[in-house]
């Protein structure tokens, strides 16, 4: 079974890549059996905005796309949050997918200035009409504390046992669901 572990901010200068590495490390270092994780960073998708027409390069990038997610049993979505909401390059590349994720698991991972709670909202809204199954569990993390200089990724060791849960139930459901598929 493979878990895509998602980075939905393409901001320079973000703390995403040190949150998605935190969550990867976290996912690797559970040993799980049968289980793949994989790390996948959206600025690496140079995605146009849904409704506009493609280039070709463009074009080629949303079948990679398409493609990686479709690949995945279940997702880790990790967001920041801007303005209590999912970051717009997060939502646009949400909108190119629909069978790709039908009946799959997602847990979430947000970061802000509340915990990122409005973006994992935004989300749980947003991937419900994409037929994902939300799991309950979710890592919030302060961009107030969590972070030196609300640069510096330094999560408390409490965060720890939200997102063993959040796998343990994310887990559980991806493969309840890999029966339906």
Known sequence: MKIGIIIGSIRAG?????VGKWVHDYALNR?????EYELVDLKDYDLP?????????????IKLWSEK????????????EYNRGVPGAFKNALD?????????AVGYVAYGGLGGLS???????????????????????SIMTDFENMSVFKPADYHLANANQMFEQLISWSKALKTVR
Request: proline content about 4%; overall charge negative.
């Open 14 to 18: 973000r703390n995403g890549e040190a």
């Open 31 to 35: 040993k799980d059996e049968g289980i």
């Open 49 to 61: 905005l849904l409704g506009n027409e493609p280039s070709e390069i463009q074009g080629k990038t």
């Open 69 to 80: 997610m479709e690949s995945f049993d279940g997702y880790v979505m990790i967001t920041p």
């Open 96 to 104: 190119y997918l629909q069978p790709e994720v039908h009946n799959k």
């Open 119 to 141: 973006a994992i909202q935004n989300l749980r809204l947003i991937n419900a009409e994409q037929e994902l199954a939300s799991v309950r569990t979710m890592v919030t993390f």
